[in-house]
């Protein structure tokens, strides 16, 4: 497995502002996510990374609100724009390497917006 | 569209007392089942992968198995350190790595 980091560990934000959230990976990978964990719920997922070119999102989630980027095969930034308290949640980045279908997990990101 | 649903909820453990973890699915075509523990706090930590019934993975004290409708995820002899929120998600053929998250068993196991 790789080791996965991701920064910040935790923020709290005022209503209407950005955070941009980095995920940083030890070796190449071919796939990065970015999941979305609400309080007491379950992992969803937000998008696909994809290396060089746009994301593809999943139905309820969209470019203007998640912007995503991937300039390597070992880095990935998930964006949360215009933030409301709805927002508040742990981000996840996951990664898949080589032609195996198992994800990892990094550490995640706990964002509590006011 | 992919289900997962796990049951029970929570579940509450003497040390040394075993049980499983049920995990249901419906897919149109499964490319894997997976099943990862989440301690408060941090992001889950993966366990074990099944791609076709029958098949049956172990680690330690966990044992997982695959059905063509559900997974069961044992667990031996757990310890306090097995207190966790065990979560299985499942892949799609026609995904291109989504995974479908169930909504996790909380296990407390109490010495």
């Known amino acids: 497995s790789a080791v996965i980091s991701q920064k910040p560990s935790r923020d709290i934000c005022q209503r209407g502002t950005s955070l941009t959230i980095q995920c940083q990976v030890d070796s190449q990978v071919t796939m990065m996510f970015w999941y979305r964990q609400q309080p007491g719920q379950s992992l969803t997922l937000i998008a696909t990374a994809n290396q060089g070119s746009e994301a593809t999102y999943e139905s309820g989630f969209v470019i203007d609100k998640f912007p995503i980027s991937r300039p390597n095969l070992t880095f990935s930034t998930l964006t949360v724009s215009n933030m409301s308290p709805e927002d508040s949640s742990i981000y996840l980045c996951?990664?898949?390497?080589?032609?195996?279908?198992?994800?990892?997990f990094g550490p995640g990101t706990r964002l509590l917006v006011l | 569209e992919d289900q997962v649903t796990q049951s029970p909820e929570a579940l509450r453990l003497q040390e040394g007392e075993s049980s499983s973890l049920n995990c249901s699915y419906t897919v149109s075509g499964l490319r894997g089942l997976f099943w990862y523990r989440q301690d408060p706090g941090k992001g889950p930590e993966f366990l074990f992968t099944l791609y076709s019934a029958g098949e049956e993975k172990e680690k330690e004290r966990l044992k997982a198995t695959l059905t063509k409708k559900e997974s069961f995820l044992h667990i031996t002899a757990p310890k306090p350190e097995d207190s966790a929120t065990y979560l299985c998600?499942?892949?799609?053929?026609?995904?291109?790595?989504?995974?479908?998250f169930g909504a996790g068993t909380q296990v407390v196991v109490t010495p």
């Open positions: 996951s990664v898949r390497m080589g032609g195996r279908e198992t994800q990892y």
């Open positions: 998600a499942v892949q799609a053929d026609r995904s291109w790595g989504k995974l479908q």
